[in-house]
């Protein structure tokens, strides 16, 4: 089983940016395709970014693209989220998560079996 250790979060004027990374231990992280989510007080958890193994195939919210890139070191089994150009609707608790399809760039939360505790992302306006 894969562990999953958020941090980076924290509170940044609307167009600022700021770096989250999620460090994996335990089960081969390689094996498994990653994704960031985020949480907003009274809202459903949603999709932000994914990446796969391997060549390391992405896939974004439309709301953040072009200013949020996801990224993946196998070798430091880490993933990152840079965030540019945030925004105050960016608020939210995000939470980094893995899925035992590798080669997949998934959406869905369901297909998400490994999840970190989360970080605080606060935007001002």
């Known amino acids: 089983q894969v562990q999953l250790v ?21 089960r081969t992280f390689s094996s498994n395709g990653m994704g960031w989510f985020r ?15 391997g060549v390391g195939t992405t896939a974004y919210r439309d709301s953040v693209k072009g200013r949020f890139t996801i990224s993946r070191d196998n070798a430091k089994n880490t993933i990152g989220l840079q965030m540019n150009s945030l925004k105050p609707e960016d608020t939210a608790v995000y939470y980094c998560a893995a899925q035992g399809l590798p080669y997949q760039v998934i959406t869905d939360t369901r297909f998400y079996t ?7 992302v606060t935007v001002s306006s």
């Open 39 to 53: 949480q907003a007080p009274g809202k459903e958890r949603e999709f932000v970014a994914a990446i796969s193994w």
């Open 6 to 26: 958020e941090s980076g979060g924290g509170l940044v004027q609307a167009g600022g940016s700021l770096r989250l990374s999620c460090a994996a231990s335990g």
């Open 114 to 120: 490994v999840w970190g505790q989360g970080t605080q």
